[in-house]
């Protein structure tokens, strides 16, 4: 079955760190871009990261650039989000996403809360 | 940032009427290798997005044919030909020509 399925999401201190992953299976997870975006409660969704087939491209919406940290395991087919220097703004569910062109594969997200 | 600006934001509609959403970006969405890269989701309720259209009018697999994407440049429309119950949900437009990647607002859409 092709898959994402995303974890390490939680409650989070303002000023700390986590980290997520993604698992992909069902497709060649080498030869595609992968990407992270976020949905704040009740709000929109954002774009938040991308990173080329072999990882020598990364891509960062603004308000991230410099805390967030997006890579990848083509030997494990998984994809990283490591969040640093967390705000109560970057409190959402966070969903991994095949593509970046035309994002055609969501996994079922994971909820990040930044709060004392 | 392209921003992408959807109307209406709330769409209520009778069961078996059409419904359409518009979708504009502030810059044209022709990408260098000639494509054009607006893609519609729909997201159900506590569900994750899912596409229903990409490259402006290509419909993915299982989507059904009511529903339709049209446009070029910076103006862009979905049309549901007839909603029906399970159509209820939010829906977005999204760039995937320009970093970062921009979404519309959302359109809601509900029966009446």
């Known amino acids: 079955e092709v898959q994402l399925v995303g974890s390490g999401g939680g409650l989070v201190q303002p000023g700390g760190s986590l980290r997520l992953s993604c698992a992909a299976s069902?497709?060649?997870?080498?030869?595609?871009?992968m990407s992270w975006a976020r949905q704040a409660p009740g709000k929109g969704l954002e774009w938040v990261a991308s990173?080329?087939?072999?990882?020598?491209?990364?891509k960062y919406v603004d308000s991230v650039r410099g805390r967030f940290t997006i890579s990848r395991d083509n030997a494990k087919n998984s994809l990283d989000l490591q969040m640093n220097s967390l705000r109560a703004e970057d409190t959402a569910v966070y969903y991994c996403?095949?593509?970046?062109?035309?994002?055609?594969?969501w996994g079922q997200g994971t909820l990040v809360t930044v709060s004392s | 940032d392209v921003v992408m600006t959807q109307s209406p934001l709330s769409l209520p509609v009778t069961l078996g009427q059409p419904a359409s959403i518009s979708c504009r970006s502030s810059?044209?969405?022709?990408?260098?290798?000639?494509?054009?890269?607006l893609i519609w989701f729909q997201q159900r309720p506590g569900q994750s997005p899912r596409r229903l259209i990409y490259?402006?009018?290509n419909r993915d697999s299982g989507v059904p044919d009511r529903f339709s994407g049209s446009g070029s440049g910076t103006d862009f429309t979905l049309k549901i030909s007839r909603v029906e119950a399970e159509d209820v949900g939010v829906y977005y437009c999204?760039?995937?020509?320009?970093?970062?990647?921009?979404f519309g607002q959302g359109t809601k859409v509900e029966i009446k």
């Open positions: 990173i080329k087939e072999d990882g020598s491209d990364k």
């Open positions: 490259k402006v009018s």
């Open positions: 999204m760039q995937g020509t320009h970093w970062p990647r921009t």
């Open positions: 810059q044209s969405l022709v990408h260098s290798d000639g494509n054009t890269y």
């Open positions: 996403v095949r593509g970046v062109v035309s994002p055609g594969l």
């Open positions: 069902g497709f060649t997870f080498s030869t595609t871009w």
